[in-house]
């Protein structure tokens, strides 16, 4: 099986931080990966997909990147809504794990 | 407006049994694959499995196989998990989501989630 590792698992920021969560896959996954946010009590909602493709609806101030084994999640100018937990998934091959989240808590 | 409810979660003993439903809408259901993830309190997201448009394919993580099935109902726009079997560490809130499109595209609508507890 394919295993994510994000980091941080935690970060504290302020409203209009530049925020860089980071997820590594323990193998290439091409571009296969996605973004989802996750605010407490809720249902994730996706952000980005096909690693740098933002999901209709979402703000531009969010952003991926990266291929292969390592990936990159980009809040420009983080937002009062946007504290909430963020996770990567890998779409590659089955099962389509899960990172193990990061949360990003306010300063 | 795509919405998914999902049913069934509840109370079941170790050993014991619960088949969870999702019942979708705002979508051609029959059209797209489905999945199941889950969350136990406090923790991340767990993948469980997925079944294609047609029923035909599926697949399941490791922690579930030959434990869990899914299925579907595309007469009647409703997604199911039987969970047999179950274990203490079974227990999350359970998601269905509809995947984007087949293949490696991701999960684009979540339901609510429900509920499973399993505890003697």
């Known amino acids: 099986d394919i295993q994510l590792t994000q980091s941080p698992s935690f970060l504290s920021a302020s409203v209009g931080d530049r925020v860089t969560i980071t997820c590594r896959a323990s193998q290439g996954i091409s571009s296969y990966l996605a973004w989802y946010q996750q605010k407490s009590g809720k249902a994730p909602s996706l952000l980005i997909y096909?690693?740098?493709t933002l999901q209709s609806g979402v703000p531009s101030r969010f952003s991926g990147s990266g291929s292969g084994t390592d990936f990159t999640l980009t809040i420009s100018s983080l937002q009062p809504e946007d504290f909430a937990t963020y996770y990567c998934q890998q779409l590659n091959s089955f099962p389509h794990t899960f990172g193990q989240g990061t949360k990003v808590e306010v300063k | 407006e795509v919405q998914l409810v999902e049913s069934g979660g509840g109370l079941a003993q170790p050993g014991g049994s619960l088949r969870l439903s999702c019942a979708a809408s705002g979508f051609t259901f029959s059209s797209y694959s489905m999945s199941w993830v889950r969350q136990a309190p406090g923790k991340g997201l767990e993948w469980v499995s997925v079944?294609?448009?047609?029923?035909?394919?599926?697949h399941y993580a490791d922690s579930v196989k030959g434990r869990f099935t899914i299925s579907r109902d595309n007469s009647k726009n409703t997604l199911h998990l039987q969970m047999n079997s179950l274990r203490v560490e079974d227990t999350a809130v359970y998601y269905c989501?509809?995947?984007?499109?087949?293949?490696?595209?991701?999960?684009?609508?979540w339901g609510q989630g429900t509920l499973v507890t399993v505890s003697s």
């Open positions: 079944i294609s448009p047609s029923g035909e394919t599926t």
């Open positions: 096909a690693a740098s």
């Open positions: 989501a509809k995947k984007y499109a087949p293949g490696t595209f991701p999960l684009d609508d």
